[in-house]
């Protein structure tokens, strides 16, 4: 299992996320891309959150493809385009994972590969069978 630490040394995270991550030895990484909000079939949900939680949905089926859940989870890579997303993305952040608490940055950038895209989530797990 992968071991939290927010030191007191450091202010507490701001939301649902620790400062570091220990990986115990032996385990399996995985990488995930950045997953944006598109769906099987390459369409695009209209609007933020329906994106954001299509782009969440990816990351959890890359997660199962590969044996692993959120809880796998070691540090989550965040980009929206808009700065007033955030509070909704927060939301759905939230609601994915549960009591996991990875790593994670987030940043709020000029566009994503195509301007449609809204939102668009990656990481790395790790998982000791």
Request: net charge neutral.
């Amino acid at each position: 299992m992968n071991k939290r630490h927010n030191p007191t040394a450091v202010a507490p995270p701001i939301g649902t996320y620790s400062h570091g991550i220990e990986v115990a030895p032996g385990a399996r990484w995985l990488h995930v891309a950045g997953e944006v909000g598109m769906a099987a079939d390459g369409t695009v949900p209209k609007g933020f959150e329906a994106q954001a939680e299509q782009a969440w949905r990816n990351v959890v089926a890359v997660l199962a493809a590969a044996g692993m859940g959120v809880e796998h989870l070691v540090h989550v890579n965040h980009w929206l385009v808009d700065q007033g997303h955030f509070e909704a993305y927060a939301k759905v952040r939230a609601k994915f994972l549960g009591d996991a608490r990875p790593a994670s940055t987030l940043m709020i950038v000029k566009a994503l590969a195509k301007p449609e895209f809204l939102v668009e989530v990656g990481g790395v797990a790790a998982k000791v069978d």
